[in-house]
């Protein structure tokens, strides 16, 4: 046995193997771009194809960039070698395999959430148990959650001599931001700042803080604003993942765009989001980046600018395509990786459904579909699959274009509408954040500010969601 970063045993003897582990961890908890976590998981199982942590992470990586089958096949292997490795493999090592079986297996990231909590409360000092806890939390759009897996971790740094572990704050604000508790979240960012002199910058701390910042209400979005203007200089697009980079930005243009700053906002969405021409296309090929440049063309359809909007719906979802679409008539090889960008896709496909309404009833039929393989399974248990389901129909029949204008059309959107509202409860078993679910909110009720419909007075501040 060797230990890791975190002090914890990992069962080789190569202490190479063991540092390639410690390097995937940094490459997941910093948001490098994919080359690094292959770069780490590659070298880990080089190192030692018969480490189990090694051969976890690998599948994590895999699974993470769209490659079930190879992300199976490790973990396949491992759920077969467990039996005899008691004794051989660590506790935690056991844990980890469960953990990722369960979510990769078995579709079921309840269940991978459960194991990974088991790590945390025996070892807090895992910070990668945490974060990938912390995202099975984020699937299942469950706040307290994602507070519960990061507690026992900012609890053991606060009797730890020093300066706590890079990336706690981050992850300890924006779970408490997810939980309500704004100014919370604002303090215990402001804290991981403090820290950053000795610690480095952490972009995820800077995207949780515009989080605490947002849901304070309009006497707080000029302080969000020019705070991620100030720290967009630090978030270098050659050693971020596409995901966090666009997603930072998508904060900013987000701010402009509910400020009713149209040009900056379309500038981030040309320059950052989805550029034109091959770059956009190599960088919208993963799933998170399309759910944020969707859920910003959204945002501005909803504020009267639909006609500078439509030309960027159709760039989006023409590099969709083939991902998280289907082409020619083939299953999207990333699609349904997302729920809440399913949403997002449908809400796009509505755009075009004058001109042909083909690709919406084709993915309303897929989602259907995907909906009832979802129910079979531990993945949509407690109604999220029906949710799911129920949500995707009403959007569609919010907002597509090849209705005509009658009494019935009325009355079928507003029935639509109420239907979102009545599954409010249920938004969250989209997953995302609160901040990126307020699409829903907008169906219902039009333009929202800082979490609030514009019109029932978002200076109030707080989430209130209704």
Known sequence: ????????????????????????????????????????????????????????????????????????????????????????????????????????????????????????????????????????????????????????????????PGPPPKYLHGMWSFALEQEGQYKEAEGIAWEGFSFEKELGPDAWLDHSLAHSLYFQGMGRLDDAMSFMKKRSETWPKEDLHPFLYTHCWWHLALLYTESRNFEPALAIFDERLWPEGPEGLAQGGDPQVQLNALNLLWRLETRQQAEIAEPRWRRVLQGCKGLSLPKDG???????????????????LCVGAMEDAQPLDEFLTAVKKHSEEMAAGPGGAGGRAEAYRDLAQSVA??????????????????????????????????????????????????????????????SKGGCHLL
């Open 1 to 160: 046995m060797v230990a890791d970063q975190f002090g914890l045993e990992v069962a080789t003897t190569k202490p190479a193997c063991a540092k390639a582990v410690d390097s995937y961890y940094e490459a997941v908890l910093a948001y490098r771009p994919f080359r690094s976590w292959s770069a780490a998981a590659d070298e880990a199982v080089r190192q030692d194809a018969a480490c189990p942590m090694a051969r976890v992470l690998a599948a994590d990586c895999a699974f993470c960039q769209g490659d079930a089958a190879k992300a199976k096949d490790f973990l396949e292997t491992l759920s077969k070698e467990v039996e005899g490795a008691s004794g051989v493999w660590s506790w935690r090592e056991l844990r980890y395999v469960e953990a990722w079986c369960r979510w990769v297996l078995h579709g079921d990231p309840a269940g991978c959430y459960d194991a990974l909590s088991e790590v945390v409360s025996r070892h807090p000092s895992d910070l990668f148990a945490v974060k990938r806890g912390h995202i099975m939390g984020l699937i299942l759009g469950d706040g307290s959650r994602m507070l519960s897996i990061v507690q026992p971790a900012a609890d053991s740094a606060k009797t730890s």
């Open 330 to 348: 083939s299953k999207g090889t990333l699609q349904h990786s997302d729920l809440l960008l399913d949403i997002l896709l449908i809400r796009g």
């Open 397 to 458: 029949d919010v907002f597509r274009s090849d209705l005509q204008a009658s009494a019935e059309t009325a009355e079928k959107r507003s029935k639509a509408r109420n239907c979102i509202l009545e599954l409010k409860p249920h938004w969250g078993c989209l997953g995302g954040s609160e901040e990126q679910r307020g699409i829903l909110l907008e169906a219902v009720k039009g333009p929202v500010v800082c979490g609030n419909p514009q019109e029932e007075g978002s």
